[in-house]
């Protein structure tokens, strides 16, 4: 999977991606992200990406050239089969999105800074879409952008050793994780539930699926809520 991100701080990203599986994904070629430097499409000698709002108020807002002309540098030297711009007002980020994303194989991520970007940015259509990694508010989309090239590649397959454990991810399939415990078996008067070290391997599926179910309805009615539940989830949520 190939990314491209736009970005003033190129530097956010070379540790992160260094580290890890990711870190594995980017040395073995499975992944591949190259960041793009905004500051390259400017043209005067301060190198200004950003500009004081029409109408007033506080904050600078991200001038709308360099963004167009280096995304249409991006279009035309990588190929990329979308361009997300990373906002706080964007669609909400979650694992299908991830799953969407992984499926196409290349995308362009475009980092705003400031108060935001130049609104034509999104009317002229130069971005497909506009994404948000939670209903809070980052300096900037560089930490964000790192969240979804970090949750797309772990779909890469390869990228993740045991493809297993991808599949029982939390969201994976619209639940919550199970618990997980390792040795000791007891810490500090707290024990590992029995039916984990009694070898059962039917009765310690049916168990975590239980405690999956449990946890979702508990702490996530909103993803309850979108789930289609087998009879045998039904009888497994019975007290
Ligand atoms: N930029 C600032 N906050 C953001 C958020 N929550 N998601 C994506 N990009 C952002």
């Not at 002309?69 to 007002?89: F, G, Y």
């Not at 999956?212 to 309850?224: E, G, K, V, Y």
Request: glycine fraction near 10%.
């Amino acid at each position: 999977m190939r990314f491209v991100v736009v970005t003033i701080f190129p530097e956010f990203f070379p540790s992160p991606l260094a580290v890890g599986l990711l870190g594995k994904a980017v040395e073995s070629g499975l992944v591949q992200v190259e960041t793009v430097q905004l500051r390259d499409f400017t043209h005067d000698r301060h190198q200004t990406v950003d500009d004081t709002s029409f109408g007033g108020g506080p904050g600078m807002v991200m001038r709308v050239e360099p963004l167009v002309d280096a995304l249409e540098h991006v279009r035309a030297s990588h190929k990329v089969a979308r361009t997300v711009l990373l906002s706080p007002r964007g669609r909400r980020f979650d694992q299908a999105c991830a799953r969407e994303y992984a499926g196409h194989g290349s995308i362009c991520l475009v980092c705003g800074r400031y108060e935001g970007v130049d609104e034509r940015l999104i009317e002229g259509g130069f971005v497909d879409e506009e994404l948000s990694i939670g209903d809070y508010v980052l300096n900037g989309g560089e930490v964000a952008a790192l969240a979804v090239i970090e949750c797309c590649s772990r779909l890469v397959p390869g990228v993740v050793g045991k493809e297993e454990s991808v599949v029982q991810d939390s969201f994976f399939d619209g639940l919550l994780d199970h618990p997980h415990y390792t040795r000791p078996r007891e810490f500090r008067g707290l024990a590992v539930p029995e039916v984990l070290l009694s070898g059962n391997h039917a009765e310690i599926d049916r168990w975590r699926r239980r405690q999956s179910l449990l946890a979702t309805a508990a702490r996530r009615p909103d993803l309850m809520a979108r789930l289609t539940l087998s009879e045998d989830d039904l009888r497994l949520l019975q007290p």
